[in-house]
């Protein structure tokens, strides 16, 4: 089965916007056994649209659309589609029920311009756009299925989600597709491949790909099978998994969309035990990390952002002279603020890190990129350092990471 | 002029990773006045290649071709063009020195496969990749131009900066095509289109297009206008930009790629004056945005993450008599939490976030999206009450974003 993605858009044209949204429903549709064979980004003008689907439909089974449903003008997507299977607009009564629903938690009236969203082809299966007032439309002509979907990526991501993908694997008979993925921290693409090149290399008799997905502080290894008999294909991959688990177990802290954030409060919760954090130069991000999950109020009690010597001393109890004598960016003053979160807040735990983001700050003995982080549980503090990349934005990604692996490991050794 | 983009590669098709490439080109070629008519993303199969060629030169005149260049066998770039244009493959010698160099700067030989790098077809001119060891090659049939990148960022980049625009530019004459992008805060895009629909409307005269390009919490406007008198293009553009600044004040923030924490950032350098934090809902998110400008700890000196009843208490002098009375996402809370950081901290500033951010938490008259943000300064206490949405990743940016916007305000008008 194949799917040409076609994203409408001139945003996408002049480079104002990256598309992501190609990639993660590619991705997706991969997972269900869908390939996709091309992806076109047009312009916000119906003679190419048009072209574009007639393009598309002679060469793919399933063609989705993206952008082009907004209630502005420069939107014409869906009067292109009108147009190009030759229907007209109806009123639809529960579109308008949604959209003034969605409205009314804001507090607000729905207004001219977005009562248009209401109105939807006569022909098309109406989809429902459950974070967005902007309807999907699932068009069939000649075998083809067409889908046209909003732009906004958590507005289509929902969309694809619940009700795309299901009525995909419902109307055709996709073949199997076991995907299994295997998350690590702390070690480098190349680094990896070259300890486990001989298991890579045993993949191959069984048929099972596997793909590097790297970015700040992880690898993600995918592993991939393709065939009928489901049972023999979950089997191969989770004893090729089973292989990895035994090789690389320190580097592996999770599989599928587990994130080091949820682990950590999965483990906190488990144990009733709660955190805190004192963060410099990873500036917040380990707190917007850990409170991005849902119920993290349970176990989270607060953080300190300690940006200056003084708040260091104030709100997190670091002496002056350790300051003085080892610099803020030392095994001493992490160990301080570990210790000083965890007695401020009254917590089992607390997390601290100190280092150089960049990209100035650098000095003798300790560049950009240097890097102390400290864990402080109950049976006492543990620091380490890392020597981290020259870009600022990188590093405070890789050492929010690396510091909620570190509270991982230390959680799952303390039971 | 018109531009196709066609990037090889099945890692694209099946989002293992975001082609980037595109968006960067398309801006930089709109720079230079040549338009990206059409993006097209294909797989590594030389019919598919073929296709999307003869496609693409029916339809524009420069066809711009990354990716599918490395020594690896599942890259056929090279060798579809050989077909393609008729050719036969020669050994440069002036590549060959070139990948030799490169090598011997990691203290390596070139071996079997990076010789191949130095083969390039007969009839095309080779383009010096200063950054990586794949030459481009810039192919002329029919009028038509062909160009084949590297699809390594930044590899691409350097080519395409030094080599491919100053050829594009001297081969063609070029329109003149100005953008402004216009961005702003807490307004969505339906009631901006309405509050500006007059203004859009007298756009058409000037023939200036308008794009809205919106992102949770805000909404871009991007005008462009096109033609061959550069001074009356800005004219009419900065005529109409100045008409919106005065129409909308309230809600511009910025142009082109100003983000919050920078202008916030820069404010407070220029006063010389200093900020801290006190979130509960926001998570350490404003921090993170504040700290993400590198620099900022000039006027940054941190912030507390409050997630529970006794760290506000605690750790920012909210009392508890004003806890139990009128709960945490209260006016009364948040202004004690604003003027215990600016206290404790000892800033010029300081703002504070408490809502519920959801999913759970939502109660009779506080659902889950109602957050109070205050702004603490010189000249007192000011906040202020939003409803925001559902979503809690949502409502965790969207409170950043318009409590940094809250700061920015009344930093302009404190002066």
Known sequence: MLVEIITIGDEILIGQIVDTNSAWMGEQLNLVGIKVHQITSVSDNAEHIVKALDEAKSRVDIILITGGLGPTKDDITKHTLVTYFNTSLRFDEEVHQHVKALFARFGREVTGVNLKQAEVPENCTVIHNANGTAPGMWF???????????????????????????????????????????????????????????????????KI????????????????????????????????????????????????????????????????????????????????????????????????????????????????????????VSEEVVTQMALGAKKEFKTDWAVSASGIAGPDGGMEGKPVGTVWIAVAGPNGVKAKKFQFGGDRERNIAVTAITALNMLRKQLLAVE
Request: glycine content about 8%; some cysteine.
């Open 140 to 206: 069939e002509q000649n075998e083809k299925v067409f889908v046209s979907m909003p732009g906004v990526p958590y507005e289509m991501k929902k969309m694809m989600g619940a009700e795309i993908l299901p009525r995909l694997k419902k109307k055709y008979s996709l073949p199997t597709i076991v995907h299994r993925t295997i998350l690590t921290q702390g070690v480098g693409e190349s680094f990896l491949s070259e300890i486990i090149a001989e298991w890579e290399t045993s993949l191959e008799a069984e």
């Open 209 to 328: 790909k596997l793909a590097y997905l790297p970015s700040p502080g992880m690898v993600r290894l995918r592993l991939s099978a393709s065939g009928n008999d489901e049972i023999a294909l979950r089997k191969s991959v989770e004893d090729k998994l089973e292989e990895l688990n035994k090789l690389i177990p320190q580097h592996i802290y999770g599989y599928e969309k587990d994130t080091l954030e949820q682990i950590v409060g999965s483990l906190l919760k488990e144990k009733m035990q709660t955190l805190s954090l004192a963060e410099s130069c990873s500036g917040g991000l380990i707190a917007h990390l850990v409170t991005s999950v849902p119920g993290s109020s349970a176990y989270f009690m607060g953080g300190v952002v300690s940006y200056s010597y003084e708040s260091k001393t104030k709100m997190l109890g670091v002496t002056t002279e350790t300051l003085e004598k080892f610099g803020a």
